[in-house]
């Protein structure tokens, strides 16, 4: 059974629980790049796959294949969240790594759509446990005065896999490799770093208070009650939601997009896609993090307001996008909107842990990814149909700049549980 250490344990712990804090941290970040190395190499290669897989046919089913990854690994995660919060989370990463390794390097091998698409389901059920458990163990950690900071750090490595795969077209691109090699060889990549990481990874030090274990032993049904009574927890879910409807647009469909408007090559419209807004982004999450745990300092909205503050920065980013009719100016606009996506992204788990106790948290994160991730996988299914229609981008892009004007409101609306975060930014 999985527990959190109690501030007193990890002051009495001092430098050694530390450095396993920081570690932890090092040895994470490799695995949220291959996370979504993987996803970001399908929208890279999607000319080369479609072509060496006639029956995908049309945008609308590649879409509907995006969203079958997006659907599975939505209605698991509250599943995953709950068993990361009952046992041991480095068991479920260690276990979540090898298998969807194992599926991405099976992808490589597939020949119709119809098995496309079950590899993306199956992927969907293996990823599923990864995220809420992996940002669990991180707050178990990493206290106020470093949260946001370790999960940025932390989500550099998602930025890392995303840059990388973007350059994925070019491998598809090349005769002696191709796309089948991409997802062969990072499955294996990620099949052989299992084992370090079953060996250096830890659990933090357990609580054995009797009230806390009969916390723990409660139910998937009254944990989600727990939650659904949670008014503050109820506003990040849509909060955490609305902008990951444009967030997952961008990451999947932004290089079919500069491909088509601007008459690039596969490779080129891959690396215009990706590289500048994940290089934005992880500038964004570095400093984000930085602004936000001194925010703490100065009150404990600190995280709320940088995260609301990211998400202002969306609104001309997402309006530009749209509107942009030189690459250069829809490559600034993207720019902008990796900034404000950083804000976002490394305030998320620290915001859920000012809401919700500590044994709840990997099951909170996983019904956040339900909602979030079921709604963007529909929203590259509609993105996907609206494209074939000859939608306006103009118009969808700035549909998604009014959500997150929207977005910025619902996060300033949550207020801080007094229990959870004391003086000084100093949270449980």
């Avoid at 049904?221 to 955490?240: K, P, Q």
Wanted: glycine residues 10%.
């Amino acid at each position: 059974m999985h527990s959190t250490p109690s501030d007193h344990d990890l002051s009495a712990a001092g430098p050694p629980l530390a450095r396993i804090a920081w570690l932890t941290v090092a040895m994470l970040a490799p695995v949220a790049l291959l996370n979504y190395l993987d996803r970001q190499m399908l929208a890279a290669m999607k000319t080369s796959m479609m072509a060496d897989i006639p029956d995908i046919a049309s945008r609308e089913n590649w879409g509907f294949m995006l969203g079958s990854f997006k659907w599975v690994y939505a209605l698991l995660s509250p599943i995953g969240g709950y068993i990361a919060d009952r046992y041991s989370r480095r068991l479920v990463i260690v276990s979540s790594l090898f298998v969807w390794s194992a599926v991405t390097w099976a992808t490589g091998y597939v020949t119709t759509y119809e098995s496309l698409v079950a590899t993306r389901a199956l992927m969907g059920i293996s990823e599923a446990f990864y995220i809420p458990a992996a940002l669990a163990l991180i707050t178990d950690f990493h206290r106020g005065s470093t949260r946001s900071r370790a999960v940025g750090i932390h989500q550099t490595g998602i930025y890392a896999g995303l840059i990388l795969g973007g350059f994925a077209g070019h491998v598809a691109d090349a005769p002696a490799l191709g796309w089948r090699f991409a997802f062969q060889a990072s499955g294996l990549v990620g099949i052989l770093y299992a084992l370090p990481l079953l060996l250096v990874l830890r659990d933090p030090p357990a609580r054995e208070t009797a009230a806390e274990r009969a916390h723990q032993s409660a139910s998937l049904t009254s944990a989600l009650g727990e939650l659904a009574r949670n008014r503050d927890y109820l506003l990040l879910v849509v909060y955490f939601t609305l902008p990951a409807m444009a967030g997952w647009v961008v990451k999947d469909w932004m290089p079919d997009i500069l491909k088509e408007r601007f008459d690039l090559t596969q490779g080129n419209a891959g690396v215009y896609a990706v590289l500048p807004v994940q290089i934005a982004s992880l500038v964004g999450v570095l400093f984000g993090g930085w602004l936000a745990d001194s925010a703490m300092r100065r009150t404990v909205r600190g995280r709320i307001q940088v995260s609301a503050f990211g998400m202002l920065l969306f609104l001309p980013a997402l309006f530009g996008v749209g509107f942009s009719e030189h690459l250069g100016l829809a490559v600034a606009f993207l720019i902008l909107y990796g900034i404000g996506w950083g804000f976002f992204d490394c305030n998320n788990m620290p915001i859920l842990s000012q809401i919700v106790p500590a044994d709840r948290r990997a099951t909170g994160y996983g019904v956040m990814n339900l909602v979030s991730i079921s709604c963007g996988g529909f929203a590259d299914w509609g993105f996907g149909a609206l494209r074939d229609r000859h939608a306006p981008l103009a118009v969808i892009f700035g549909v998604f700049a009014l959500i997150a004007l929207a977005s910025a409101a619902v996060v300033l609306a949550i207020r801080p549980r007094p229990e959870l975060v004391g003086r000084a930014g100093a949270e449980s």
